[in-house]
């Protein structure tokens, strides 16, 4: 539920930044220095998905966002992944994924804000910030899951070797101890047959 609640906090922080630039903008290309050399404030109206693809497919894009939405959202309150880093990116996703699709419910487009001024980037927002962050994450959440499968898998073979090792010994063993009886008993029977000749 914590992790649910990350994900509200975002789309709470997405719109408010989405509103302040909105208002400190005014109108759509208007541009106002924010970190000189690193990022100014751009106001874009975005019809599209990222890079603007599928421009003026708003209701597709929303069906596909509320279909993700919920797949990440169910996962979340089914308690998966066990990993926190695993449901930390999940929530960004979510977060960042439901930030976007209310102003394209809302607005019909994307606010977006963020321009790069160190590189040629398309303009972006903090609710693509946090899909970015959240799928880097996922990253890593799947290497360091496959990681600890891998040394799962590791340990369960070598309990299995350790434990075939042991049985082994036990049957050596018992194998001995089969063949000391069995030289016993043929020396008995030699003792008994020298008794008998006397």
């Not at 421009?55 to 309150?77: E, K, N």
């Not at 303009?123 to 499968?149: H, M, P, Q, R, S």
Request: with cysteine; net charge negative; glycine share 10%.
């Amino acid at each position: 539920m914590p992790f649910v609640l990350l994900s509200f906090l975002i789309v709470v922080l997405d719109q408010l930044v989405k509103a302040a630039a909105s208002a400190r903008l005014g109108i759509e290309g208007a541009s106002a220095p924010f970190l000189p050399g690193i990022l100014r404030l751009t106001l874009v109206h975005n019809y599209g998905a990222s890079w603007g693809m599928l421009s003026g497919r708003t209701s597709l894009l929303l069906i596909v966002t509320a279909l993700v939405c919920l797949a990440i959202l169910t996962a979340l309150l089914l308690g998966k992944p066990g990993n926190k880093v695993g449901k930390l990116s999940l929530a960004f996703i979510l977060g960042g994924a439901a930030g976007n699709a209310v102003d394209r419910f809302v607005m019909g487009y994307v606010v977006d804000m963020f321009e790069t001024e160190f590189v040629s980037f398309p303009v972006f927002n903090l609710a693509d910030c946090f899909i970015t962050a959240g799928a880097a994450l996922l990253i890593i959440w799947v290497l360091l899951d496959e990681k600890a499968a891998r040394q799962k898998r590791q340990e369960a073979s070598r309990v299995r070797w350790e434990k075939s090792r042991e049985e082994a010994r036990e049957d050596a063993a018992r194998t001995e101890e089969v063949l000391r009886a069995f030289e016993k008993g043929a020396e008995d029977g030699e003792h008994h047959d020298d008794l008998g000749d006397g």
